[in-house]
Each structure stands twice: as structure tokens, then as C-alpha cells.
């Protein structure tokens, strides 16, 4: 039986493992990849590299000593994740994951904490274009790029009011800003009021994309704007859907609380409403989509694990 099983290795995973062996717990890591979504980068044409931190940069240390001690990682797919002393456990906690590996067999691991650092997803697109550009000139998560597009053009696509937000705060820098609603999107109508209010964001609203096209990189997109075809050029191009957190494994018999976007509660702590079960990173309801705020929430929840296996009642 493990002190910790931490599942995920993008920022969140990896940095709980480093403070995990700094504190000598006997833990384990299961994930499916080393690095998670750091492993997505988006190149953009006519900007300097020293002006953007890659987020495989920020996670180099953490993810090449993990790398190192192999023993402490299992490259597998968590299916499912019961406690074995049911909600009600206060001290004592024990829990079950079952995985599952790439060649099929299932494995279980028993451990008395459990830290969820799955992180989040977009939902699939299926645009023609898509995966030709995807890292090249097109790409996700804005926010990590929008200082990039000083006086530039940028084409954002969305399907919830963080991409109003987002269009936004790139329209107080951006020269021209696209903002391309989704037609299966909600949107909060101040915030829609405000961006119609804004010169320089051209809005099109229940927007379908056609195709994404360029040479190198990509350069332009064809949509469907209430059923007219438009073709906009810009210097970046993003997509800036509602992820989703990937928890599909947690049994509902845990009694986790989820927010209304399905991600996990957590405490200031990063404790869930279950004892012994914590989370960090995109997956979580204080997660940020940033690596920096990931790998603060896996340290922070990797210290508040240590107190608690030695003194349930209190974290500190
Ligand atoms: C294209 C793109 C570019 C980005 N660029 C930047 C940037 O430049 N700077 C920045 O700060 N942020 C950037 N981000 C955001 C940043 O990468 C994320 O916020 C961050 O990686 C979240 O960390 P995390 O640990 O919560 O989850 P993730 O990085 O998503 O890691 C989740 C981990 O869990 C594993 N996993 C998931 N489900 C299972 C399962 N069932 N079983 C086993 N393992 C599982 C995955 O394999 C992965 O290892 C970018 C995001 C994208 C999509």
C-alpha cells in the first residue's frame, strides 16, 4: 500500500512528485504521458522565441527527474478510483485505482491518499486544416500567448464567455481582434454587450468552421457565419473552447463535489469534500490554465498530503 498515488504528469502531477520525494513518501505516479499538455506547443510566425516561455520549458526539471527514477511512474490509463473506507472515514482513509495498461492488462494499486492531476480537454474538432496547423500559427490557451499579438491581428473561436473575456483583454493591445462565436455556445450578455461596444473586435456570431488554410503556418480560416461564408486572415489563430475536465474514472460513490463546468472542488488546501482525496491543475475548480498555477496547486497539494498522513485532523 502506497502513502500516495498522484494521477497525471502534466504540471500539476509532476510537481506534487518532486515535494513527494522531497518528503520521502512512498508514492507512486500513473499517467498516460510525462508532461501532459506541455507537450502542445504553438509556434507562431513573426515572433521571437525569447518573448514566449514554453511551457515544456517550465516543467524540463521536473518532468527529467521523474523521467529518472522510472520505479516511481507507471505509464498506464487510470479507469476507475474507489475508497474502500467509504465517504464517512475521517482518519484512516483507503483507496483502490484501477488502471489499465497499453496492452490491455488491469492493474490495482492501494493507497491512504490520492492526488487527481488529470487535467482538462477540448472537446474534438473536426475541421479540415485542423491537425495540419495545430501548434503551427494555430493553436489553444490564449492566455499564454496574447502578449505576442501587440499591435498584430488575432482570430480567436469559442463557445463560452471566457473567450469574450479573453477577446476582450486582447482588444486593449491587439490591433484587430476576430472573435468568431460557436452556435453551440452560451454567453453572458454584458459581456457580449461590451464586446459589441469594442471598435476593434469584429464579431461574428453562431459561427461554424469550414477550414483552416496557410502554407507553413496557418493563415487564414474559412467559416459559416449564420450561413455566409467568410474567409479572415490574422497573425494567430486560437481556439478557446470550455475544457473538459477528464474525471470519468472517479466513481460517484466517492462524494466528490463538482462545479457547474465538472471540474473537482477543492479547499485552499486542494482537499476535495473526500478525506484523503485531493486535486490540482485544469482539473480542479481553483485550476487557472497555466502551468505556473498548476505546479503552485501540485506542490501546495503535496505539502497538505505530507500533514495529512501524519495528522489527518489538521493541515496546516
Ligand atoms: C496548445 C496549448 C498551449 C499551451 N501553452 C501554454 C503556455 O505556453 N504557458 C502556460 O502557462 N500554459 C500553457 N498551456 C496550458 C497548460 O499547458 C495547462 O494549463 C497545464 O498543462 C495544466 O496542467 P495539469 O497538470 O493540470 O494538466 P495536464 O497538463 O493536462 O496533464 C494531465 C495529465 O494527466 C494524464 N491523464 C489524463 N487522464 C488520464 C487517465 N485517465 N489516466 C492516466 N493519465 C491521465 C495526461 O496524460 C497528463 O499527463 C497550453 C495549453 C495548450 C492546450
Redesign the pocket.
Known sequence: MYDLVI???????LSAAIYAMRKRLDFLV????L????N?V?NLPEVEDYT?I??RE?VSVYRSRLHYRSELYRK???TKVISLTGPEAEKATLFEVCTQKTDGTIQTYQSRTVFI????NFPPIDVPGFRRFWGRGL???IQ?YNHAFWEKEVFLFSDATRGLWNALDLASFASKVYLALSEEGTYDLESLEQVRRTTNIYLCEDVRLVEFNGDDFCQSVEISCRGVSQVLKADGFFLDLEPQA?LE?LSPNLGADFDDAGRIVVDKYMQTRVPGLFAG???CDA?R????T?LGQGAGAAMSIYQWLRHPAIIV
Do not use: C, M, W
Request: zero cysteines.
Open positions: 494521477l497525471g504528469a502534466g504540471p500539476a502531477g500513473i499517467s498516460e504521458d508532461g501532459g499538455k506541455t502542445h504553438v514566449i514554453k511551457a517550465q498506464e490509463r487510470v492531476a488529470t487535467g482538462a493553436g489553444g490557451n499564454s477528464n474514472f491543475g485544469d482539473g485550476g490554465y497555466q502551468v505556473l498548476a
